[in-house]
Nanobody, 118 residues
Framework: QLQASGGGLVQAGGSLRLSCAAS????????MKWFRQAPGKEREFVAG????????KYADSVKGRFTISRDNAKNTVYLQMSSLKPEDTAVYYC?????????????WGQGTQVTVSS
């Protein structure tokens, strides 16, 4: 129901755009979120966006560098990542849920690996 893509290897300071395609049922009327989990670390909420796209929330660690957006016509959510740092290295997951500003979710997708080299 949720398929993330766009990960890869990038040098520090570079950019990547992640995409997450969802089924109509999963995408409709739901907030969309991105999480990440680095090896040996707990899962971290990265960003959330409400259904209309008018409200967003970011983790302090990515604020000003990452931008979440969505295209409701394509049932797709994006995460534009800029000024990447080695500490951004993680598996990134997309999720869907009721509230864009919480770390709760109803649907969880397959992750995509992002590796930032120094």
């Amino acid at each position: 129901q949720l398929q993330a893509s766009g990960g890869g290897l990038v040098q520090a300071g570079g950019s990547l755009r992640l995409s997450c395609a969802a089924s109509v049922r999963t995408f409709s009327n739901n907030a969309m979120k991105w999480f990440r989990q680095a090896p040996g670390k707990e899962r971290e909420f990265v960003a959330g966006i409400n259904y209309s796209g008018g409200f967003t929330k970011y983790a302090d660690s990515v604020k000003g560098r990452f931008t979440i957006s969505r295209d409701n016509a394509k049932n797709t959510v994006y995460l534009q990542m800029s000024s990447l740092k080695p500490e951004d290295t993680a598996v990134y997951y997309c999720a869907a849920g009721r509230f864009y500003y919480t770390d709760t979710y109803d649907y969880w997708g397959q992750g995509t690996q992002v590796t930032v080299s120094s």
